[in-house]
């Protein structure tokens, strides 16, 4: 019977991981994640929230899979131990996030290597791809808005550059890209699958 703001939800939950902050009753940040992750629907968006919150530090993969483990009873906790295999603590942004499950998910790739730093054998940086496939030498990155920047738009020439000087391939995924997942599923498929063939014939 307890009105609800705009722009809320109203939800009933054991609280028995609060501190108080500056005054304010906050639940700890991976009792937080369990219950964000149990509240979305869409499993994908529950990856997204999981990647966000390990990128920023404040839970870890087996903090959040310790905690669902031992709540196995409550509402939704099937969910989230559905989306945590899917979860990566290397990821720095959502649509790397969506891609990779682009990549692993829809089109049944090979867990790639995610924010890897790639060098030469002598030392010398190549880049740091959104995701490595590195038994087809493929890289994979996600074009968004911060990449169309001028400065941007130059380290990204110089990056692809010192990528093909070492045979690798690259294969650039933009937000268009992202809304015709279909074709981008082919698009992946072929780029890996071409690539690991050449490979394994030279």
Known sequence: GRRTPEGTTLSYEPLDEVVVLHGVRCLLPTRAMFDEIRRLEDWRDGVVAFDMGAAAGVTSLQRVTSLAAER???RR???????LPHGSEHVRSPPETRLRLVWTVDAGLPDPHVNVGLRTHEGAFVCVPDLFDEEAGLVVE????????LLRRASDAG????ARDVSLEYCMVTAPDMR???LLVG???RAQIGRASCRERV
């Open 159 to 162: 990056r692809h550059e010192r």
């Open 77 to 83: 906790s099937a969910h989230v131990r559905e989306v």
């Open 142 to 149: 996600y074009d968004g808005e911060e990449h169309r920047r």
């Open 180 to 182: 015709a997942p279909d």
């Open 72 to 74: 196995t009873s409550w």
């Open 187 to 189: 698009r992946l498929q």
